[in-house]
């Protein structure tokens, strides 16, 4: 895949426990809506969709980056082999009890995906998880914008509910205004904002 397909395009990498599925097909969605072609890989078919896979006519790939182990015989994770141009990670949550022992196995898991990284990569990433931040204390050598919940100077998009109960989307502390979508609840206005923020 990294060789045939990735290392003619701009890698577009979806990483996390979860939401992986919903927010590639998000930013592949926006792409087809601007009247792009990308390229796709993704867990499921999305709706617009006919199929889960395109090579796509532009130079845009978009693929979950899954922190599952690569094969028997290769037991690192999978998303090690993408050498995305842009990191989206949305959330790092203890998962694949099969493989991993605790949530330490895996931030160590995308440790070493970091480390893979061209420097003039980008990493969009959820500044209200502290696995994350656990993960950067690590160590990190690219561009970080981080998206949240709530309206501090750190984070360039967040997602804040008024008191209305209506989701607005915010950048650098200016509201830009309501997310209208016909998804729900607060995982999926997280799902939103950093599809946004990954194409910004």
């Known amino acids: 895949l990294k060789d045939n397909i990735l290392d003619q395009k701009q890698g577009i990498a979806v990483s996390g426990t979860h939401g992986k599925t919903t927010t590639a097909s998000l930013i592949t969605h926006i792409l087809k809506d601007l009247g792009i072609d990308p390229g796709y890989l993704i867990g499921g078919i999305p709706i617009g969709f006919n199929r889960s896979s395109n090579i796509g006519t532009d130079p845009y790939f978009i693929i979950e980056a899954d922190e599952y182990d690569t094969a028997f015989f290769d037991k690192r994770s999978k998303f090690i082999h993408y050498k995305p141009h842009t990191l989206l990670i949305n959330n790092i949550e203890f998962d694949h009890v099969d493989i991993f022992d605790d949530v330490n196995q895996i931030i160590w898991q995308f440790h070493q995906l970091l480390r893979t990284l061209s420097p003039k990569s980008k990493i969009i990433a959820n500044g209200d998880d502290m696995n994350i931040q656990k993960l950067f204390?690590?160590?990190?050598?690219?561009?970080?914008?981080?998206?949240?919940?709530?309206?501090?100077e750190t984070k360039k998009w967040n997602y804040i509910l008024d008191d209305n109960g209506q989701y607005n989307l915010y950048l650098r502390g200016k509201k830009l205004g309501p997310i209208d979508s016909k998804l729900f609840g607060k995982h999926n206005m997280q799902n939103i904002t950093a599809a946004i923020a990954t194409l910004s």
Do not use: T, V
């Not at 160590?139 to 914008?145: P, Q, V």
């Open 137 to 152: 204390a690590l160590g990190i050598w690219s561009e970080i914008d981080y998206f949240g919940s709530s309206a501090l």
